[in-house]
């Protein structure tokens, strides 16, 4: 089994910072893709960013501009650098590991944006 290990979330004012970062283990032997979803109290679940085994990368409209996904191969690690959060960044981050077409999940981390 794949295990994904999610940190750095928190609490921040709007306008402030944080660094996301996910570490997978287990039995890793082909990734296809890495990213990070969110969701908020009473909505479903949306992809914000997402980081393929080719380099291609692709965020919601929302978040562009602001928010960086990058990855680490030698460490299995992804990471989302959130810049100039806003209020309607707090969610549950959960980390997403796609391989060989089965998704894995991370248990999720909770980014509060104060206004």
């Known amino acids: 089994q794949v295990q994904l290990a999610e940190s750095g979330g928190g609490l921040v004012q709007a306008g402030g910072s944080l660094r996301l970062s996910c570490a997978a283990s287990?039995?890793?032997?082909?990734?296809?893709?890495m990213g990070w979803y969110r969701q908020a109290p009473g909505k479903q679940r949306e992809l914000v960013a997402i980081?393929?085994?080719?380099?291609?990368?692709n965020y919601v409209d929302s978040v562009k501009g602001r928010f960086t996904i990058s990855r680490d191969n030698a460490k299995n690690t992804v990471y989302l650098q959130m810049n100039s959060l806003k209020p309607e960044d707090t969610a549950v981050y959960y980390c997403?590991?796609?391989?060989?077409?089965?998704?894995?999940w991370g248990q999720g981390t909770q980014v509060t944006v104060s206004s």
């Open positions: 287990g039995r890793i032997f082909s990734i296809n893709a």
């Open positions: 997403n590991l796609d391989q060989r077409n089965r998704g894995y």
């Open positions: 980081i393929t085994n080719g380099g291609v990368i």
